[in-house]
């Protein structure tokens, strides 16, 4: 088996849902596994001292009409959600929470039941009641995953995700590490996969 | 006739070089004329509250890496120049003077030349002699183009369309216009293209 590819995103992160949508079948194609890594991009903005696209004047207007645009070329449902930008260290310690009790399997589950819901219908993550009901008709253990959300341990590991994803160069979302290759964004998904086929020869930059 | 591409670009954008490679093909294939721009970067980036992205720690060392990468994935050759970025108003203010003064087709070579020189031998456009000497290998009249650069006719033409950039939207290049809709870099040529082919649902955003 060849290494799993690195995937990085965040709750709030359009482009993320969009590359969520794609990510495994790309990978399942090459042949690879896909490890997911909740990361708040707050954090990662910090580090490289960015802001948010909608935070920028100008960008802001293009930003989100290309949400939308880029998501249609997808073929995806999307809806840009009344409360955007929201917080999403709940729904990210929830999913490491899930990741180290229960399986990658049941978390990654739980990231793309987030991001459809934020994403296609709107449901805030940042807020507890609707947080809790997601879970619930997630079928995951609501009670359980706000006693994760709220407990320092979980908050711990989120943290240290962060700074495990700073330090392996990702400063923005979606964010993509294959074979030590960083990509970053939704659309290097034409590279990435030129890359998984094995055709690229592209990997030493000249400068 | 359809309505021609506006094309928005820096002498010293490396996605603009890349993306200034293809853009009249596939505007040929579609029926299309483009409609060249040279701008100012620095300009657009004031307006967004934004900055070069190698201004940014950890996206720096990204950058210049997917700078050579894109280039390589496009089939281009490409040198990370050893000044890099670089101030590039005379550059742009020659492709004005030789767009209004002479034909968009003569303003259009030099920015093929401007850009190739730059980015795959590092001719430094910002230093006055190399830039003269680049101009008359190109069968420009070089010191023509010097009168050009330094005459507030040329300056103000060139901050006019800095301003008329900005007031149509864009933050960056390189950065593409078609019937009013609105594309930044290098990586939004699939849309672009399915936008040209007419086969492109996704102009209406939904919010």
Redesign the interface.
């Known amino acids: 088996m060849k290494p799993a590819i690195d995937f990085y995103f965040d709750f709030s992160s359009p482009y993320s849902y969009i590359a969520s949508e794609w990510v495994e079948a790309v990978a399942a194609r090459h042949g690879r596994a896909v490890q997911w890594h909740a990361i708040l991009l707050g954090a990662?903005f910090q580090?490289?001292?960015?802001k948010s696209p909608v935070s920028?004047?100008?960008?802001r207007?293009?930003s989100?009409?290309?949400f939308?645009?880029?998501a249609?070329?997808a073929g995806l449902p999307?809806?840009?959600p009344a409360k955007f930008p929201i917080a999403t260290q709940n729904a990210a310690r929830v999913f490491w929470w899930l990741n180290d009790s229960a399986s990658p399997e049941q978390a990654t589950a739980w990231a793309h039941a987030g991001l459809r819901a934020y994403f296609t219908r709107g449901v805030d993550l940042s807020d507890a009641a609707a947080l809790r009901a997601l879970l619930a008709a997630s079928g995951i253990d609501a009670a359980g995953a706000e006693a994760a959300w709220t407990d320092p341990l979980w908050k711990d590991r989120l943290k240290r995700e962060n700074d495990a994803a700073?330090a392996a160069?990702?400063?923005?979302a979606p964010f993509f590490v294959v074979d030590g290759e960083?990509f970053?964004?939704n659309?290097?998904r034409?590279?990435i996969e030129?890359w998984l086929s094995g055709q690229?020869?592209?990997?030493h930059?000249?400068?």
Not at 200 to 203: L, N, Y
């Open positions: 990662t580090a490289a001292e960015l920028h004047p100008i960008k207007e293009y989100i009409r290309d939308g645009r880029s249609r070329f999307y809806l840009l700073i160069g990702v400063f923005g960083p970053w964004g659309d290097r034409p590279q030129q690229a020869d592209f990997s930059t000249v400068m």
